[in-house]
């Protein structure tokens, strides 16, 4: 039988002296090289090369017995514990500002450890210790999730044997305390695996240690690993297998490349802090429905601009929450209100089936004729019967050549593809109150307007805007440092984007406002290191001020500005009674693109100007004085519409007169 002179434990006192050796060499070594102050300013390193120093709590599971060919304890062992050592050189690899790196140790693991005590037939207590250690090479994949210095790695474990040592001790039978004590069993384990192959998983954290600047930075890393029993059987035979929980240290150092100063124009960043809007509009706004469903040409369907619904569906639809999933941007009327005119439809069906005694006509105008414009108001009523299950009865359907009121005049020689698009359609005409619009009657009459609330968004926000893309080289990645005016520094990145918006809060903390100078480092696609200086001012963001209006609006036919008679009492009692002592009244009028642009000058101001006169007259009749009136006449500029003009819906629509309503604070 084999015997080692050297105990277990005068071996590990010789491997903890060498760990000791190696960590201290390195620690002074990182005293001697941050000793030395750069003035050049260097990137963060690629690679990193040091020593990793931990302990190995050793797991055993499973049974053993038959320790080697001369020797089997007449009782099996089960599961056991150690505490070892690990140390091995580390070699790592990530880029700068990479979430991606790799890392590999390769040095002396012990997997060394005692089984739990086990009683033999005797009587006699039974003790198994073990001397098992491995050269190891664990190669990592490396990933930082927040891209910061916390990180993950996990890979392959292979080791190689290099003791395999046990000492089994046999006590005596506590019942014969004289009896004399046996001599300890020790010999090499047999059937012990040359090599193992299993896996880790790990966690760490880099902390450095000296200037993030200098051009060998030192970092130390505590991490912990586990390493699962599966592929850790020591030994051919038998059940006995080893898991190990590793804690420790990496101490690393690398060198980085000098960081090149930024010429003219090579790199830019801009820095905006935000302003403080005073005040942002709430906008109650009463927004008219069109009783026209237009029809694309050739085909008598519904057009699949419009919104339609499966049966199944109706039970959940609210005419007054269709706002709730309707853009907020107040500057895109045409994106918000189209929602709700595409919902027309529904609408109707909606409202019909909360008024049992509605009836409605549905008339079709087609330039083929009756009976198209017949097939047209069909698969409208086919679409109410179907999925708002209203009776059909209450739907009647007729067929023109041209609406009753129509866009193309006879003798009209100018647009007339765009004009014949809006007299493609489907009127709803109605005379049952519940449908239409306050103080309305007549098939004309439109129906009933829906409430939109929105809040306009603020101009300004909580955050600080930082924007590198009028660099003149691009950068992959690039970080900034925020100092104030005490020399406290914050820092921010790496990022990819080249513009990133930062909270104010996340900044100032609790200060209450602050100067910083604010330095950008960023790498290109070359690899060059670039940097940039400029300086801001922040101040807490202040949310504004919400000051509510209310907006109407009148729809006109086309080329018409004297058609507002039918709108004269809506104005009067409704519209009249919002506008309070002292309130600003803005009235813009509208026109489509259709005709001539200085005509539609005209003819939108004219609009505008018959709105005023209608409220004048109502104000001064209810007593409201020292009202602000401010008109406007945008015609057809595109730019200031409240729709597109793309479809005959949104033409429709632009033939208005806005009326917005800024109540006094």
């Known amino acids: 039988m084999k015997n080692n002179n050297l105990t277990p434990m005068t071996a590990q006192n010789i491997e903890v002296s060498n760990y000791k050796t190696i960590l201290f060499s390195l620690v002074l070594l990182c005293g001697l090289t941050s000793a030395y102050a750069q003035e050049t300013q260097y990137s963060k390193p690629k690679w990193w090369f040091g020593a990793a120093a931990g302990t190995n709590f050793n797991f055993y599971r499973g049974s053993t017995q038959q320790l080697n060919a001369d020797f089997t304890s007449p009782t099996a062992f089960h599961n056991g514990f150690g505490i070892e050592l690990y140390l091995a050189p580390t070699i790592e690899y990530h880029a700068p500002n990479s979430r991606f790196g790799f890392m590999l140790q390769a040095g002396y693991d012990d997997r060394s450890g005692k089984f739990n005590q086990v009683i033999t037939p005797c009587d006699c207590p039974a003790d198994l210790k073990t001397k098992l250690s491995y050269i190891t090479i664990e190669p990592s994949l490396r990933f930082a999730p927040f891209n910061g210095n916390f990180y993950l790695y996990g890979g392959p474990r292979i080791a190689f044997n290099q003791s395999k040592s046990f000492e089994y001790q046999l006590g005596t039978n506590p019942n014969f305390p004289l009896q004399p004590a046996n001599p300890a069993v020790k010999g090499d384990l047999s059937d012990v695996k040359n090599t193992i192959v299993s896996m880790q998983i790990g966690m760490g954290y880099d902390i450095p240690i000296n200037s993030e600047t200098a051009k060998t930075q030192w970092v130390v890393s505590p991490f912990v690993a586990y390493q699962p029993y599966f592929g850790q059987n020591p030994r051919s035979t038998e059940t006995w297998n080893v898991s190990t929980l590793r804690a420790g240290v990496i101490l690393k150092f690398g060198q980085g490349h000098p960081i090149e100063t930024a010429v003219a124009g090579e790199a830019q960043l801009t820095v905006t802090a935000p302003t403080q809007q005073t005040t942002a509009r709430k906008v109650r706004e009463v927004f008219p429905i069109r009783n026209y469903v237009f029809f694309d040409a050739g085909s008598s369907e519904i057009s699949s601009r419009y919104i339609l619904?499966?049966?199944?569906?109706?039970?959940?639809?609210?005419?007054?929450?269709?706002?709730?999933?309707?853009?907020?941007?107040?500057?895109g009327r045409s994106e918000r209100q189209m929602v709700v005119y595409y919902n027309i439809l529904n609408i109707l069906g909606d409202r019909m089936g909360k008024n049992p005694s509605s009836t409605i006509?549905?008339?079709?105008?087609?330039?083929?004729?009756?009976?198209?414009?017949?097939?047209?108001?069909?698969?409208?009523?086919?679409?109410?019967?179907?999925?708002?299950?209203?009776?059909?009865?209450?739907?009647?359907?007729?067929?023109?050549?041209?609406?009753?009121?129509?866009?193309?005049?006879?003798?009209?020689?100018?647009?007339?593809?765009?004009?014949?698009?809006?007299?493609?359609r489907v009127s709803i005409e109605s005379s049952s109150p519940a449908l239409l619009m306050e103080f309305q009657s007549g098939p004309e009459a439109p129906l009933k307007p829906i409430e939109i609330i929105s809040m306009e968004q603020a101009v300004n926000s909580d955050a600080v805007v930082f924007d590198t893309s009028a660099s003149k080289e691009s950068f992959t990645t690039w970080s900034v440092n925020l100092k104030d005016s005490r020399?406290?520094?914050?820092?921010?990145?790496?990022?990819?984007?080249?513009?990133?918006?930062?909270?104010?809060?996340?900044?100032?903390?609790?200060?209450?406002?602050?100067?910083?100078?604010?330095?950008?480092?960023?790498?290109?696609?070359?690899?060059?290191?670039?940097?940039?200086?400029?300086?801001?001012?922040?101040?807490?963001?202040v949310a504004p001020v919400v000051q509510e209006s209310i907006r109407f609006s009148v729809l006109y036919e086309f080329n018409e500005s004297k058609s507002i008679a039918i709108y004269e009492k809506y104005l009067t009692d409704i519209v009249t009674p919002k506008i309070r002592n002292g309130d600003t009244v803005i009235i813009t009028g509208h026109t489509d693109i259709i005709g001539e642009t200085d005509y539609n000058k005209n003819l939108s101001l004219a609009r505008a100007n018959d709105v005023k006169g209608i409220l004048i007259k109502s104000l001064a009749d209810a007593g409201t004085n020292n009202i602000t009136f401010d008109i406007h006449g945008?015609?057809?500029?595109?730019?200031?519409?409240?729709?597109?003009?793309?479809?005959?819906e949104e033409r429709f629509y632009n033939r208005t007169v806005v009326i917005d309503i800024l109540t006094k604070k």
């Not at 569906?313 to 999933?325: G, N, P, R, T, Y």
């Not at 020399?487 to 104010?504: E, L, W």
Request: charged share 25%; net charge negative.
């Open 309 to 331: 619904l499966k049966k199944n569906q109706v039970a959940d639809f609210k005419e007054d929450q269709i706002s709730f999933d309707t853009p907020k941007n107040m500057s």
């Open 487 to 541: 020399g406290k520094s914050k820092n921010y990145g790496p990022f990819a984007q080249p513009k990133v918006s930062i909270p104010v809060k996340t900044i100032l903390g609790n200060q209450p406002e602050g100067d910083y100078m604010v330095t950008l480092t960023g790498t290109t696609a070359a690899g060059k290191t670039l940097t940039k200086e400029t300086t801001v001012h922040i101040v807490p963001y």
């Open 361 to 424: 006509t549905l008339v079709g105008s087609s330039d083929n004729g009756a009976d198209d414009g017949r097939a047209m108001a069909q698969s409208i009523k086919n679409y109410l019967v179907n999925v708002f299950s209203i009776n059909g009865n209450r739907i009647a359907i007729e067929g023109r050549v041209k609406p009753v009121i129509a866009s193309e005049q006879p003798g009209g020689t100018l647009e007339l593809a765009l004009l014949r698009e809006g007299d493609r």
């Open 634 to 648: 945008d015609g057809e500029d595109e730019n200031l519409a409240p729709f597109e003009n793309k479809y005959p």
